[in-house]
């Protein structure tokens, strides 16, 4: 058996690391906590979970997908769950899709945003998608 082993130049070591923000704290304290997407991605192990990156910022947020093992409370509905829904809502797609199509959905959207807010009900997840316009009106 061959490989092919390729030379890994060294990553640029003045870029600063992603910052994992506690979004659910963020929102005990303002009501709302929004992240524009432009990666989001999606681990399936004992601990399923979403990860939604801001680039730019470099800040990112994990949403898990399902309690952890230790929870004791699990009446609720998991974060990533309900991000999943909030994603079909968004995208206005329905039926039984994959974790990755989801994120496929996100990714392929050049400006999306994911909004966790703080209702009387409870935690509301929205996926808010601002388009573009192709041409600026003219003015007469």
């Known amino acids: ?17 992603i910052q994992w923000a506690k979004w659910y704290e963020e929102v005990k304290e303002h009501t709302e906590y929004i992240i ?4 989001l991605t999606f681990r399936d192990n004992e601990q399923p979970v979403f990860f ?14 399902a309690h952890h093992p230790n929870a004791v409370f699990t009446d609720a509905t998991p974060h990533g769950i309900r991000l999943a829904n909030a994603i079909g809502r968004a995208f206005n ?6 974790a990755d199509e989801l994120c496929d959905l996100v990714n392929n959207h050049d ?12 935690i509301l997840w929205t996926v808010v998608l601002v388009k573009k316009s192709a041409s600026k009106k003219q003015k007469k």
């Open 1 to 17: 058996m061959d490989f092919e082993l390729k030379i890994n130049e060294p990553e640029d070591t003045n870029e600063p690391p």
């Open 93 to 98: 797609h329905h039926g039984t899709v994959s």
């Open 111 to 122: 400006n999306a945003s994911i909004c966790v807010k703080k209702t009387e009900k409870g």
């Open 52 to 65: 939604a990156v801001n680039e730019a910022e470099k800040v990112g947020i994990s949403i898990f997908a």
């Open 36 to 39: 524009k997407v432009d990666r």
